[in-house]
C-alpha cells in the first residue's frame, strides 16, 4: 500500500507537467506565464530519463492512476485519462476514499482479532465529527481550544485507552465502580446529563443556524430557539423541543427552500453505549454488521421520543392521565414538526439526524403500534419531503454555485457550510461529553476551590 508521500509523488509532478503546458498563473487577473523549454523538458521522461524523481513517477502511475479516475472510465485509458482530463482534486479525493477504507478494514480487522470485546463500538469510535476538535480546527479561535484535561480525555475516548487506573478505578454515585474506559457515566441512571445535555443544545442551536440560512430555511439574520414556550399541547408543562426553528416564507429570489410547517424542532438525547453483544459476527460483512448493530442501538431512543410516555397528574385520579400520543397529535395539529436527535457518548448521530443532516438514507424504516397512530405518522411527516433533510447538501450545492469567499463561516479549515457544521458540532459534543466524564467523579468538599480547578477534577488520577 502507498504511503502519503509516496501519493504526493505522481499528483505533485502532474500538477507540475499541467503547468509546464499551460503556464504558471500568479493569480487569476493575470495571463499565465510559459516556462522555458529547458524548464520544461526537465518534466518530461523523454528528455529527462535519469531523473529518479520521473523514474518513481513512472513506476507508481499505472497503480495511481485507475485509483484516481471515475469508475466508468476503461481499464485501458485509466493513464490517459489521469494525465489529460482528471482534475488534481479529484484525484486526490478519490485516493483519500480509497485508502481510508484500506485503513478502516484494517482497524476492524485488528480489533475483531486482538480486541473484539471492543469491536461492536468501532462505527461510533471512528465517526469523524468529534476528530476534527482533536486534529483539524483552527487553534487561532480561542473558542475551539480544549483545556488540557478535556483534550486528554477526547484523545483517550477517540483512541479507546483507559481514562482510568484499571486496578484504582473511582466509585460511582450508584455504589459500582467505573469502567476504566468512562462508559458507565453515560449509562448510570445516578448521574445527571443535564450539563452535557445543555451544552449539545447549546452547540446545535450555534452550529445549525448558519447552514439553515444556507440552506434557504431562515433568513440570516433569524435565530433558533432555545425550549421554545407556549407550545398549546394537553401537557400544559411540556417543553418538547430542545432546539427549533420557524421556517421564513421568503428568503430571497435567489435562495429560498420551501418548507410548509410552522415549526420544526429537534429533542435532543444522548445515549450509552452499546452493550457487548453475546456473539458476534466477525466476517467479510463485518464492517456493515457493526454498523448495523450501532443503528439499530441508536433508533431504540429515537422510537422513544415519538413515543412520548403517559403521564398521570394524580396518582390517585385516572381522569389526569395525560396521553402522550396525544401530546404528538397536538403538535401535528399545529402544523409543528419533531425531530429527535440521538447522540452516542463517542459522537455517533442516530439515522434521523444523519437523515436530517446528510438525506444518505432515502427511506427510514420505523416500526409503531398500533396504539401510536400520532407516532407513526409524525415519523413519517419529519423524515419526508416537504419537512427538512439533507440540508447540508442543500447548503453546499448553494454556497458553490453564489461563493463569496473560499471558507464558510469565516474559517480558513471549512470550505463547505457541511465541514462547518460537523466541525462546530463535534467541537460542542466534544466539550460536552468530556465535561459530563469529568464532573461524573468530581470531587465537592464543601467550599473548597479544586473543582474550580479542571486538574483536580478526578478522585482517581488519569492514567498518564
Request: with cysteine; charged share 20%.
Amino acid at each position: 500500500m502507498c504511503c502519503g508521500r509516496e501519493l504526493d509523488i505522481p499528483l505533485a509532478l502532474e500538477r507540475e507537467r499541467k503547468e509546464k503546458e499551460e503556464g504558471f498563473r500568479i493569480n487569476s487577473d493575470t495571463e499565465p506565464i510559459l516556462p522555458h523549454p529547458s524548464i520544461s523538458d526537465l518534466f518530461a521522461i523523454t528528455t529527462n530519463s535519469s531523473s529518479l524523481v520521473l523514474q518513481r513517477y513512472q513506476t507508481l502511475l499505472p497503480h495511481i492512476a485507475p485509483l484516481s479516475c471515475p469508475p466508468s472510465c476503461p481499464s485501458t485509458e485509466t493513464t490517459t485519462m489521469f494525465e489529460n482530463y482528471t482534475s488534481l482534486h479529484s484525484a486526490r479525493s478519490r485516493l483519500k476514499k480509497h485508502f481510508g477504507n484500506i485503513i478502516t478494514g484494517q482497524i476492524y480487522t485488528n480489533v475483531g482479532t486482538s480486541a473484539p470485546e471492543h469491536f461492536h463500538l468501532l462505527p461510533s469510535i471512528l465517526s469523524p465529527q468529534m476528530s476534527y476538535p482533536l486534529v483539524g480546527m483552527c487553534r487561532s479561535n480561542a473558542q475551539h481550544s480544549l483545556p488540557n484535561w478535556a483534550m486528554q480525555i477526547a484523545i483517550k475516548r477517540k483512541l479507546r485507552l483507559p481514562i482510568y487506573d484499571p486496578r484504582n478505578t473511582p466509585t460511582c454515585k450508584c455504589g459500582q465502580k467505573h469502567d476504566c474506559f468512562g462508559d458507565h457515566t453515560f449509562k448510570c441512571k445516578k448521574i445527571s446529563k443535564t450539563v452535557s445535555h445543555n451544552i449539545v443544545r447549546d452547540s446545535c442551536t450555534k452550529a445549525l443556524q448558519p447552514a439553515l440560512s444556507q440552506a434557504g430555511y431562515i433568513r440570516p439574520s433569524s435565530q433558533l430557539e432555545i425550549e421554545k414556550k407556549h407550545i398549546k399541547t394537553r401537557d400544559i408543562s411540556a417543553l418538547p423541543f430542545d432546539v427549533s426553528f420557524d421556517p421564513d416564507p421568503t428568503i430571497t429570489d435567489n435562495t429560498h427552500t420551501h418548507c410548509p410547517y410552522s415549526t420544526i424542532g429537534a429533542d435532543i438525547t444522548i445515549t450509552h453505549s452499546a452493550s457487548t453483544p453475546s456473539t458476534f459476527d466477525i466476517s467479510e460483512n463485518a464492517i456493515s454488521s457493526a454498523t448495523a448493530f450501532a443503528d439499530k442501538h441508536i433508533q431504540r431512543f429515537e422510537r422513544k421520543k415519538y413515543m412520548r410516555n403517559n403521564k398521570k397528574l394524580d396518582a390517585t385520579d385516572p381522569s389526569t392521565r395525560i396521553n402522550g400520543d396525544a401530546v404528538i397529535g397536538d403538535l401535528l395539529q399545529q402544523n409543528m414538526i419533531l425531530l429527535p436527535f440521538a447522540i452516542d457518548p463517542h459522537g455517533r448521530f442516530g439515522p434521523i439526524l444523519t437523515h436530517f443532516l446528510f438525506q444518505h438514507t432515502q427511506n427510514l424504516a420505523y416500526d409503531f403500534p398500533n396504539s401510536r397512530p400520532n407516532a407513526k405518522l409524525m415519523f413519517t411527516k419529519s423524515t419526508t419531503s416537504p419537512s427538512p433533510i439533507g440540508i447540508l447538501r442543500t447548503a453546499d450545492c448553494l454556497w458553490k454555485q453564489n461563493k463569496q469567499r473560499p471558507f464558510f463561516g469565516h474559517s480558513y479549515t471549512a470550505p463547505t457550510p457541511s465541514l462547518f457544521t460537523i466541525q462546530q458540532l463535534g467541537l460542542g459534543l466534544t466539550k460536552a461529553f468530556t465535561t459530563h466524564i469529568r464532573n461524573a467523579t468530581r470531587t465537592y468538599q464543601g467550599t473548597n476551590h479544586r473543582e474550580s480547578n479542571p486538574t483536580h477534577a478526578f478522585e482517581h488520577p488519569l492514567v498518564q
